[in-house]
């Protein structure tokens, strides 16, 4: 399913991504597309993201030439393509039309949107010193696009070994936080 | 209440953190202790771990010059006190006392464990050339501690603005991997 999303302050990235999700990296490089499952990430910053990506997936190359990616975030409907991603090489297959999924136009990159993620997040490479020795790349987040709804986002969350966690009920604890903390 | 743990090999600590709950760094500096709360960090090996901590926060100083942190994975049961602890300033209190937690010896490192928290992981710095730049802290996770039940903690994730998500259910996909990807 397609979900229409908005643009946000890419400030508030930090509220899609802290959560942990398993995320879908898409990247673009000399014509071609390719997708990866992603759970090794992390906030460094309101608006940066740090990735590892192992050098023998085939987005490894594609987002260091290119300098570019989209960090898109899936929902559980969309687990079993999530698995199935994780579980197959880009360099034979194109990903987007394999899984039946939606090249959408990013307005800052040259990377296609997974139009069927609640929210996607358009990426520059913003430090590539730590990628060839560690496989870290340091993005700065340029566009945020996020769909309304739901408020509470079923996210998969990736335990290991086949195992997922699927975001539960959500919490707001406004009254218990300084104001100057929110 | 005090969860009892066991030690499990250092290579599962994914098992914990790569779902991306929020967590409550211990640390110990020149005879004082302090916890932190911490929603930014990242796997980025099987038993290396990455986290920005910001410089004004007292734990800064603390984890740069000892060198050591432990990692404690709280549950939904202390929501309350990861946003207490993340409200007040470790400069003036004892927050182990002020929140009535339990510190508990580790094995490799001089900072207690949180004995509350579901899972803890001991951590040495591996890599402290990110710090003063960026605030970013290497990890080598050199002992892992976990209850064994539940299997299915109710890690707290945390959305910003005072809003968190809580760990639904699990779902276990093995049968749709690949063997060699599992």
């Known amino acids: 399913m397609i979900r229409t999303k908005r643009s946000i302050a890419v400030s508030k990235t930090r509220q899609h991504l802290e959560p942990g999700p398993i995320v879908l990296i898409s990247s673009a490089w000399k014509g071609k597309t390719n997708i990866m499952t ?12 740090i990735t590892y990506i192992w050098d023998a997936n085939h987005s490894f190359e594609m987002t260091r030439q290119s300098g ?10 969309m ?5 199935a991603i ?4 880009g360099k034979r297959i194109d990903k987007f039309t394999k899984f039946d999924l939606t090249a ?3 307005a800052e990159v040259n990377v296609p949107l997974i139009a069927e993620c609640y929210a996607s997040f358009e990426c520059q490479l ?3 010193s730590l990628i060839e020795e560690r ?5 700065d987040v340029v566009k945020a ?5 739901p408020k509470n986002p079923r996210t998969i969350h990736y335990r290991g070994g086949g195992h997922f966690m699927i975001a539960g009920k959500a919490v707001d604890m406004r009254r218990k936080f300084k104001r100057g903390n929110l």
């Open 38 to 49: 992603l759970g090794w990430h992390g906030m460094i910053a309101y608006e940066q993201v």
């Open 68 to 77: 570019e990616c989209v960090i898109n975030v899936p929902t559980v409907d």
């Open 79 to 83: 687990l079993d393509t999530v698995v």
């Open 86 to 89: 994780g579980n197959c090489h």
């Open 104 to 106: 959408a136009e990013a």
């Open 126 to 128: 913003s430090d590539d």
């Open 135 to 139: 496989g870290l790349f340091i993005w």
């Open 145 to 149: 696009h996020v769909a309304p709804t």
